[in-house]
C-alpha cells in the first residue's frame, strides 16, 4: 500500500522532471507501471493507480487538442 502510495504521488507530482531527461523512456516506464498496476493484490491501491492513469490520459487528450 505504501510502495502505491508513493509512486502516485511521484507520478502525479514529478514525472515531468523525469520526462525532460532524453534517456526517459515515457513507454517503458508506462509498461511498467501497467504491470504494476496489473498485479496490485488489494482493491484500494488499484483503484488509486487507476487514478494515475486518468491523468496520463488527460494529458495525452491535452496533447492531442492543442495539435
Known amino acids: 500500500k505504501k510502495l502505491s502510495e508513493l509512486l502516485v504521488l ?3 507530482q514529478h514525472l515531468w522532471r523525469f520526462e525532460e ?3 526517459f523512456s515515457s513507454l517503458e516506464f508506462l509498461s511498467l507501471f501497467f504491470q504494476y498496476t496489473m498485479h ?3 482493491t484500494m491501491c488499484f483503484l488509486r493507480c487507476l ?3 486518468s491523468v496520463f490520459f488527460k ?3 491535452e496533447q492531442n487538442a492543442q495539435k
Open 59 to 61: 494529458q495525452i487528450k
Open 40 to 42: 496490485l493484490p488489494a
Open 10 to 12: 511521484i507520478i502525479e
Open 21 to 23: 531527461d532524453p534517456s
Open 51 to 53: 487514478s494515475v492513469w
